[in-house]
């Protein structure tokens, strides 16, 4: 009796193992990504809640056909993408990727109205290179995704942007092929968009890229402590960006201060802080203003080495303030009116749930990331209508930090956690969803297109935390791989 239940538990078990198996054999079999292949067509449409429009989904725009605007551009740039030693400002030289022979890239400065031309060229990087400029809501052909809006630049290859300069404010741009490893490396920079009337920014108007170049911080291309002379009495104005993975603490000393502007939106009412640590997401940028006082002023990234140094002789370098408590953008600034808010009736309503659970990406097992349970590239495909009014909310359950981007529009922070936003409203392009949290937002569909909507922690993204925010009406002939390699994670 005892020996045949023994029996009967062994087949028991063993047909067990052997569906498992088949079911382990077929996961991993179904995972697997071909060769080429549309981000449209293994989504999941999600129309958010709308029947509305679902009739006109006949394919009618590419996203080619939605360029930025002809005539005669008033700035034009070159990149130029290349492998190859830079050196950093203590004299090191280290192997990295580099837009015109920096890290990071020019410092492009524009303004308001002005119509931009960029040519990237791509001298000699093997695996592709395009330019994304972060942040900015330019037409979709223009946006820098590589299998999504263009191919990627092969080397001996040039791709022309070109955009008008829009939104005032603090910018960026990186590569959006291989982006985990290429932006790591070296392929980012700063763009800012000055205001059209104002006097042209003076020595106080400093972008701050923080960035670490496989190992190495840096703050612009200072392997260290950037010094600047700033006579007292300056209006300064630092644009905070960061450029990296993962959030930075940034701590100013020596002078209170305001944080006047986040991700390119000014704030409202911003009042002064003394000693407050301000988390940056990554791909997120904050604008700190100040008065230059007699004495000098100290920005430090928290556990770097690196940092800027104001001062009237430009040669102090006091030490790194102490942190305090976190600056937090939803309780700061003043109210004021804005254009849509909580209480307005969104067309569509959307959830996006970061998980994670085991499984397979593209046949390799592990612990993926998950949004709304499904596993890159099962993931949502947002679909919006023009003119739409959208709500995402946003819900992060797993226990690492995921800084959301989306492309082509910025988000109105409605409510954290449940709490609506008490301050100035908070406009943002990177959201910084720490584990546990959520966030409502919410956008005017007013850009045609099909945008990315992504973690910006790149090799997050790269692991399958991405995916598409698509326009009903609009497709792409662009394909993820393909003979152009297209890989924009
Ligand atoms: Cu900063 Cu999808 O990019
Ligand atoms: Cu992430």
Redesign the pocket.
């Known amino acids: 009796m005892k020996r045949s239940l023994a029996i009967g538990a062994a087949i028991v078990g063993g047909a067990l193992g052997v569906a498992a198996l088949a079911w382990l054999g077929w996961a991993w079999h179904e995972s697997r990504l071909p060769e080429t292949y549309s981000v449209m067509d293994y989504a999941i449409p999600d129309d958010g809640g709308a029947t509305a429009g679902a009739d006109h989904m006949h394919d009618e725009t590419s996203v080619v056909d939605l360029r930025g605007p002809t005539g005669t551009p008033q700035r034009r740039f070159v990149l130029t993408a290349r492998e190859g030693p830079v050196r950093l400002a203590s004299g090191r030289s280290v192997e990295a990727l580099s837009f015109n022979g920096t890290v990071p890239g020019p410092e492009l400065r524009v303004r308001q109205g002005d119509l931009v031309e960029v040519t990237l060229r791509n001298g000699n990087i093997a695996d592709g290179v395009t330019v ?1 400029w ?2 900015i809501d330019l037409p979709n052909a223009e946006d820098g ?1 590589a299998g999504v809006t263009q191919d990627a630049v092969p080397p001996g290859g040039s791709h022309v942007y070109r955009f008008r300069a829009g939104q005032v404010g603090t910018f ?1 741009y ?1 590569t ?1 092929q291989a ?1 985990a490893a290429e ?1 790591r490396r070296g392929l980012y920079g700063a763009l800012v968009i000055e205001p059209r009337a104002a006097p042209r920014a003076g020595i106080g108007d400093i972008a701050v890229a923080v960035h670490t170049l496989d190992g190495t911080p840096l703050v612009n291309s200072v392997d260290g402590v950037e010094k600047r002379a700033v006579p007292p009495g300056t209006p300064v104005r630092l644009r905070l960006i960061n450029t990296d993975n993962a959030p930075i603490r940034l701590d100013v000393g020596g002078t209170p201060f305001r944080v006047v502007a986040i991700d390119g939106t000014d704030l409202v009412g911003p009042t002064p802080l003394t000693g407050r640590t301000m988390v940056l997401a990554a ?1 997120g940028r904050y604008d700190v203003a100040f008065t230059m006082p007699p004495t000098a002023v100290k920005l430090a990234v928290e556990d770097t080495i690196v940092g800027l140094a104001l001062s009237a002789s430009g040669t102090a370098d006091p030490p790194a303030p102490a942190p305090g408590p976190e600056f937090d953008p939803a309780v700061y600034g003043r109210p004021s009116a804005t254009p849509f808010s909580a209480s307005s009736r969104y067309d569509r309503v959307f959830i996006l749930d970061v998980g994670r659970k085991p499984g397979f990406l593209d046949g390799r097992p592990g612990k993926q990331w998950t949004i709304n349970g499904g596993i890159y590239p099962r993931v949502p495909m947002f679909m919006v209508a023009k003119d739409d009014l959208v709500r995402i909310s946003i819900k992060n359950t797993t226990g690492a930090v995921h800084p959301m ?1 989306l ?1 082509g529009h910025h988000m109105l922070v409605l409510s954290r956690d449940g709490v609506p936003v008490s301050g100035s409203p908070w406009w943002s392009d ?1 959201l910084n969803v720490e584990p546990g949290e959520s966030y409502d937002v919410a956008f005017r569909a007013d850009n045609p297109g099909i945008w ?1 909507d ?1 973690c ?1 922690n ?1 090799s997050h ?1 790269a692991a399958g935390l991405t995916m598409h925010v698509a326009y009903m009406g609009v497709m792409t002939p662009f394909e993820t791989g393909g003979a152009a390699h297209n890989h ?1 994670e």
Do not use: D, R
């Open positions: 994304h972060h942040g995704v960026w990186h959006h982006s932006v791909g981007h492309h990177t990315m992504h910006h790149l993204a924009p």
